[in-house]
C-alpha cells in the first residue's frame, strides 16, 4: 500500500474546517498564545505564516502589533481565499497579505523574514526536510522558525497540560 500525504484541502473542506476552527475555544486559545509569543518575541519586522488556513494566526499578530510585517501562505487556494476574506471582514487586509504558496517552495526571497511560524500544518508536510530547507532559505541571519504541531507519541505530563486524553481527545 502507497501512503501519502494531503497538503491541500478543498473548497468544501476548507469551509468545514474554517467554520469548526472559528467556533473551537481550544484553536482560539492557542492560536492567541502563539500570537502573543510572537509579538513578544519580535515587535518589528517581518513574519510568514505558513500553512495559514482561515488566517487566524496572522490575523491575531495583526490587532497585537502595529509594527509587524505579516505575509502567510497555505497551498490550498480555497484557505487563502477564506483566509483573504477573514482579513478584509476584520479591516486587517491592509496589514496581513495572504497567497498561495507551498512549505516547499516558498514564494519569496532568500532572508526575508525574521520569524517564520507554522501552526498544525508541518504533519501534512509530504517532504518535511525539503521544507525545513526552504523555511531556513527565507529566514533572515538572525531569524527563527517556530512550527507547533501535535503528536499522539508525547508524554502524560505534556497530555495533562494540553488536556489531551489517551485515547486523543480533548478535554474542555
Request: aromatic share 10%.
Amino acid at each position: 500500500m502507497k501512503l501519502f500525504k494531503i497538503e491541500s484541502i478543498p473548497k468544501p473542506g476548507a469551509i468545514v474546517y474554517s467554520t469548526i476552527v472559528a467556533r473551537s475555544p481550544f484553536a482560539r486559545d492557542f492560536y492567541r498564545e502563539v500570537a502573543e509569543e510572537v509579538c513578544s518575541k519580535i515587535p518589528s519586522g517581518r513574519v510568514l505564516d505558513i500553512g495559514t488556513g482561515p488566517g487566524i494566526v496572522p490575523l491575531e499578530i495583526a490587532r497585537k502589533s502595529q509594527n509587524l510585517e505579516i505575509k502567510a501562505i497555505d497551498i490550498s487556494p480555497a484557505m487563502v481565499d477564506i483566509a483573504s476574506k477573514n482579513a478584509k471582514d476584520s479591516g486587517l487586509s491592509d496589514r496581513v497579505q495572504f497567497q498561495y504558496g507551498s512549505a516547499k517552495r516558498i514564494p519569496y526571497e532568500d532572508e526575508s523574514f525574521d520569524l517564520v511560524v507554522s501552526t498544525l500544518s508541518f504533519h501534512h508536510w509530504a517532504k518535511p526536510i525539503e521544507c525545513l530547507k526552504e523555511i531556513h532559505r527565507v529566514l533572515n541571519n538572525h531569524g527563527e522558525a517556530w512550527i507547533y504541531d501535535i503528536t499522539w507519541d508525547i508524554t502524560n505530563a505534556a497530555r495533562r497540560q494540553l488536556k489531551i486524553g489517551t485515547d486523543g481527545s480533548y478535554h474542555f
